[in-house]
């Protein structure tokens, strides 16, 4: 599995805590360095955490397309162009919608 060489940090609300951990730990690589109450922190490394997900509850209203502040994205960086590739073929593999392509990056879109 590719994994990513380095994410800055974010800090994203998600309705499934569970669910959410086991698609950055399954799917992209990260893995649990700590956790407190509704929050788990995942790092790509040794590292306190790069990534905060934080449950706020299963009825949680979905982002509305460019009208909702919050996460809008965050920046995995690769070690080579090879591994972007190999990363938007496992996340192909996965199910992981891309729903954005330029020369150097995608953008994927998952709701959790």
């Keep these: 599995m590719v994994k990513p060489k380095q994410i800055g940090h974010a800090n994203i609300r998600v309705r499934d805590l ?3 951990e086991k698609f950055y730990t399954e799917v992209l690589g990260l893995h649990v360095t700590h956790r407190r109450g509704n929050t788990a922190f995942l790092s790509a490394r ?18 509305a397309e460019d ?23 496992h996340l192909k593999e996965k199910g992981v919608l891309i729903d954005r392509i330029r020369d150097n990056c995608f953008s994927v879109g998952v709701e959790l």
Aim: proline share 5%.
């Design 18 to 20: 569970e669910r959410s």
């Design 46 to 63: 040794e590292h306190s955490h790069e990534l905060a997900i934080r449950a706020i509850g299963k009825d949680a209203p979905g982002p």
């Design 67 to 89: 009208a909702q502040i919050g996460t809008n994205h965050f920046a995995w960086q690769m070690e080579t162009f090879d591994d972007l590739q190999a990363m938007y073929r």
